[in-house]
């Protein structure tokens, strides 16, 4: 890859020439900050240090971002903290909604109309909100969607977590039924490799996990992230004295396989990264996710369940087997049931917990994998429908 010199732009300065200037970075946001940072903020704008307080209180711990909402704010400081400090990052652009209301995906344009999403799940005892790291991400996996068609660029701190922020919102209103109005668990499971954009998510989980009103006070662990593999930055990880889930997207336990599946396994080996992982689990007692999509004929034959068995044995690990969610165009699909079966039966027998992933929101192509703004922008302008569709 080249790396294009970072041109400054002015006013007078031609498109032609602006047209690869690096992507910009969204306008500062409170979530992008610390209490300390907040109080700097507000006082740089002449109000008492004590309105950062206030305005945290509003939009984590009351999820209002209203500015006429916030009725103890002096009404002529309002409009000025929340437009330097609560700035729009994203518009829903489109809700669509399956599962009986229990599932539900936001596209949200960006500032600079990039596009990402988010998946909202209900489950009786819990929410959990899928958010997004990356606007499209640069791993290349050729079963994801997301993957082929390349990294945008990254999402600010603030843009991950407002993504959530947001979806607490709809959580707390009762529009997930069936479910409590918390939203309680978060995955970096969206558009993106969360190791890609490393200081950000970072940031962003200890905002999340930050008791409010510094944060959103959600536990560390239940919040998961997940990666393809980027040992050092999983190594960095290791170093945060965080205690978040960790999940490993393997989906083959041999280099061969692996280097087509995930092509950054080219650059980092099945027993690297492995390694990577079993030190995590190490360090904060956290059993490690092995996300495993399991593909007909690709990666679902017994003699690679047994491998997998013994790479995981002992070790403080559990298997998702995600049934595959094919992707327009692409070649594969998921394993038969009973090939399914098998290979759950073999990775028990080694001693490997075992679980198979549900396929929440296949229909809005909501599922893992399956995230791609840019072509549901494409049906968006045809004015497709489904049934249980939301239009913002
Ligand atoms: N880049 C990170 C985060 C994306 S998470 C990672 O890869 O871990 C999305 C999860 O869904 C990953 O485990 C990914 O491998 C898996 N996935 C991607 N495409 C899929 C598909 N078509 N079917 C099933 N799972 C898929």
């Not at 344009?109 to 990356?134: K, N």
């Not at 701190?157 to 407002?162: M, N």
């Not at 499971?189 to 890609?196: K, L, Q, R, T, V």
């Not at 094919?326 to 039966?345: H, L, M, Q």
């Amino acid at each position: 890859m080249t790396i294009l010199p970072l041109i400054p732009t002015s006013p007078d300065t031609p498109d032609a020439v602006v047209t690869r200037r690096r992507p910009a970075m969204p306008p500062r946001h409170l979530a992008d900050l610390d209490l300390a940072g907040r109080r700097a903020a507000v006082t740089d704008l002449g109000e008492p240090a004590f309105r950062a307080k206030q305005l945290s209180t509003h939009y984590f711990g009351r999820l209002v971002r209203d500015p006429a909402a916030m009725t103890d704010l002096p009404a002529a400081s309002r409009a000025r903290l929340a437009e330097d400090l609560l700035p729009t990052l994203l518009t829903p652009q489109r809700e669509m909604a399956c599962d009986d209301g229990a599932t539900r995906k936001t596209l949200w344009r960006l500032h600079d109309d990039a596009m990402v999403e988010s998946v909202l799940m209900g489950y009786p005892d819990r929410i959990t909100a899928c958010v997004s790291s990356q606007a499209g991400c640069g791993m290349a996996c050729p079963f994801c969607a997301t993957g082929q068609a390349g990294l945008t660029r990254n999402l600010s701190v603030a843009e991950i977590v407002d993504q959530v922020v947001y979806l607490a919102g709809v959580a707390a209103s009762g529009a997930v039924t069936g479910s409590p109005p918390r939203l309680s668990r978060v995955v970096f499971m969206g558009m993106g490799e969360p190791m890609a954009n490393y200081p950000r998510v970072i940031q962003a989980v200890r905002r999340l996990v930050a008791p409010a009103p510094e944060g959103l006070g959600l536990s560390q662990r239940h919040i998961t992230v997940s990666t393809v593999g980027l040992v050092p930055a999983m190594r960095r990880l290791i170093t945060e004295e965080l205690s978040v889930t960790l999940a490993l997207s393997l989906h083959a336990p041999d280099d061969d396989l692996r280097d087509e599946l995930v092509p950054v396994n080219q650059r980092w080996k099945v027993a690297e990264v492995l390694d990577a992982a079993f030190d995590y689990a190490a360090q904060t007692g956290r059993r490690i996710s092995i996300e495993y999509a399991l593909i007909r004929d690709v990666n679902d034959q017994p003699w690679r369940a047994d491998l997998l068995g013994r790479l995981l044995h002992g070790k403080l690990a559990h298997v998702n087997l995600i049934p595959l969610n094919p992707t327009p165009g692409s070649k594969w699909d998921a394993s038969p049931k009973p090939v399914e079966r098998e290979f759950v039966r073999r990775l028990r027998e080694a001693g490997v917990a075992t679980t198979v992933r549900d396929t929440r929101g296949r229909e809005i192509d909501g599922a893992c994998g399956q995230l791609a703004a840019s072509e549901l922008t494409v049906v968006d302008a045809g004015g497709a429908t489904a049934d249980a569709e939301v239009e913002r």
